[in-house]
């Protein structure tokens, strides 16, 4: 069998000078193995306004974000004497009707604009996420071939902005590779004609923002946000009755809890959970065990603390032996951790991902396979906005990646958030929707189909923070034969610390 031929395009880019988000893609797609950059074509700069610049600087002091971009770049042109047969159009200026052929571009919010503008009409409308398709044009039928789901923040523009075009680089790769494996003759069902978006008023954006400035400067003045958890006898409904629950553990004051995991082993119940203590910058792994009569358990206590972060403490059975895997994206890898003496002493047993920014790792055993789902990021893009999923045959592994990753590029439900359970017949993934803030709710996602070569969700129903009565925002759900919790972040008068001494510090947005 011959190698295959890798396939060549043409890419055309804003600048000079060139968005940064652009030079990236283009060193993507020149790394791929299956393409060959034969061109590389600039459309001209793209000039942003006055207004604009100002309001990302005024943002990026206000909020401390991260890479940039729209950060002006270099980057070489490159010519070919036999034109490509695909051109993969990054550019902001619309594509030529005079180029004939085929072309992938890109689309936020179904009309052709660039993804600053459509951000800020998103953020005016008050919209919580915002679809952005690759189109294929080929002749005179356009055609949408990826897709993915981002979210806007209300308070900043910026942030929004910048996170959906740090994906869109890895976005666009996935798209351009598996253009030949998708089943275009006859085609899918054909996307609208793009449609361009008018310009949105600069004095509007800017009252806009200004206010939404205010509104977040003044509630981090005001109140704390601390995360706590929530735990209760089983109902009849997950998502029901929350605010009416009962107090079955002692919490400490001025500790945040976060992240619960219940587990009945040989007949007794653990809960585990994220824990940070005040003045603590980082987070440790703690238990207690809840009386099977329901009276209040002592408050946890840390079992395993590392020199860095630690927080989701999945914790599993596997042949008889306990696992638990907690989230150290701090270090960059997922480790597994095996139970010495259980729940008390745990020895780090294995890396299972090495240099990969993974959140919220989560095992199912089913079908006599592993199954590791987790939240992965592209570099400087959002960890909640794409799903990631392996298999293997032993919690060390190997793990083996899913061939469709990300199975899952959608901010409303692709981050998981707790283990997968089973509700009757349905195997049931507890995801995190994080659209319009970190915890915006729970969404319980049914699992249609799931192996080595395909997967499929939808949605079932939602755990939101009105549920819980008083929160702002809950991200983790568990459950075992007889009890269960959630996670909620509340909103508290600051002036309530200098009342109580007692300091307690937000768990931190890693968004």
Not at 104 to 119: D, F, M, N, Q, Y
Not at 421 to 442: E, H, K, T
Request: some cysteine; glycine content about 6%; overall charge positive.
């Amino acid at each position: 069998m011959g190698i295959a031929r890798a396939r060549t395009i043409e890419v055309v880019l804003d600048g000079p000078p060139t968005p940064a988000w652009q030079a990236h893609a283009l060193e993507s797609l020149a790394e791929s193995s299956a393409l060959d950059v034969i061109e590389v074509h600039l459309s001209g700069p793209r000039p942003r306004g006055v207004a604009r610049r100002l309001r990302s600087a005024v943002e990026r002091r206000l909020f401390g974000l991260g890479a940039d971009a729209l950060a002006p770049t270099h980057v070489q042109t490159r010519t070919s004497s036999v034109p490509a047969p695909l051109v993969v159009w990054l550019s902001e200026r619309p594509v030529p009707t005079s180029e004939r052929r085929d072309v992938l571009h890109l689309r936020h919010g179904r009309l052709v604009e660039s993804a600053e503008e459509a951000v800020s009409r998103a953020v005016v409308s008050g919209a919580a996420c915002l679809e952005t398709d690759v189109l294929l044009r080929r002749g005179s039928d356009t055609v949408a071939v990826e897709k993915t789901v981002s979210g806007v923040r209300p308070f900043s523009v910026t942030l929004s902005r910048d996170l959906l075009l740090w994906k869109l680089v890895a976005v666009v790769r996935r798209a351009v590779e598996r253009l030949p494996y998708l089943d275009l003759s006859p085609s899918p069902s054909p996307s609208p004609v793009p449609a361009h978006g008018g310009p949105l008023s600069s004095t509007v954006l800017a009252a806009r923002a200004t206010s939404a400035w205010t509104r977040v400067l003044v509630t981090r003045l005001l109140f704390r946000r601390p995360w706590s958890i929530r735990v209760r006898r089983r109902g009849p409904e997950p998502t029901r009755g929350w605010e009416k629950s009962e107090h079955l553990v002692r919490w400490r004051r001025g500790h945040v809890y976060a992240d619960p995991f219940l587990l009945e082993h040989e007949g007794r119940h653990h809960l585990f959970c994220e824990e940070v203590l005040p003045g603590v910058g980082r987070g440790v792994i703690s238990h207690t065990e809840l009386s099977p009569d329901g009276a209040p358990a002592a408050p946890p206590q840390a079992i395993l603390q590392r020199p860095y972060h630690l927080s989701y403490p999945f914790v599993f059975s596997h042949k008889g032996e306990m696992f638990m895997i907690p989230e150290t994206l701090a270090v960059r890898r997922v480790e597994l951790y095996r139970a010495v003496d259980f729940p008390y002493v745990w020895r780090h047993e294995a890396v299972l991902l090495e240099d990969v920014p993974a959140v919220d790792a989560t095992v199912l055993f089913d079908d006599d396979r592993l199954w590791l789902f987790a939240g992965i990021g592209a570099p400087h893009a959002s960890a909640s906005d794409e799903l990631h999923l392996f298999w293997g045959a032993a919690p060390q592994g190997p793990w083996h990646p899913h061939p469709r990753n990300p199975v899952v590029s959608d901010v409303r439900c692709a981050r998981p958030g707790g283990a997968i359970q089973r509700w009757g017949a349905r195997l049931v993934r507890p995801a995190q929707d994080c659209s319009r803030r970190y915890g915006g709710a729970i969404s319980f996602r049914e699992i249609d189909l799931l192996s080595t070569s395909e997967y499929a969700e939808h949605e079932i129903d939602r755990l939101e923070p009105d549920d819980l009565g008083d929160a702002r925002a809950t991200h983790s759900y568990a459950r075992d034969a007889r009890f269960e919790a959630i996670d909620l972040r509340r909103r508290e008068l600051r002036a309530m610390r200098s009342i109580s001494h007692s300091p307690m510090p937000t768990k931190r947005w890693r968004g």
